[in-house]
């Protein structure tokens, strides 16, 4: 249920970057990728269980915690590509 209403706040926020960053023939394969992203990140998020079982939870936290703070420091650096602009529908 909460994974269902942080989708539904983050969505229309998500599609309207896609729609900023990539230009009219790219977007719908962009759209595609970031919801792939979310399936794959709650299908992921399940090996957690098998990392706890064999290590523990607390060594299971601080495995997904190191792994989740690589990955923001590299986005953290990544640069943001220039926006398009879009053309104005009347």
């Known amino acids: 249920m909460i994974f269902a209403v942080i989708i539904s706040a983050c969505t229309p926020v998500c599609v ?3 729609t900023d960053f990539y230009p009219h023939e790219k ?3 962009m759209n595609s990728v970031y919801a792939f992203g979310i399936y794959l990140g709650a299908g ?3 090996l957690t269980l098998l990392i706890d079982e064999q290590v523990g939870w607390r060594n299971s936290i601080y495995i997904v915690s190191f792994i989740s703070g690589v990955f923001g420091l590299l986005i953290l650096f990544m640069s943001n590509p220039p926006r398009t602009q879009r053309p104005i529908v009347t």
Do not use: D, E, K
């Open 27 to 29: 977007r719908g394969q």
């Open 16 to 18: 309207s970057l896609i």
């Open 44 to 46: 992921l998020s399940s």
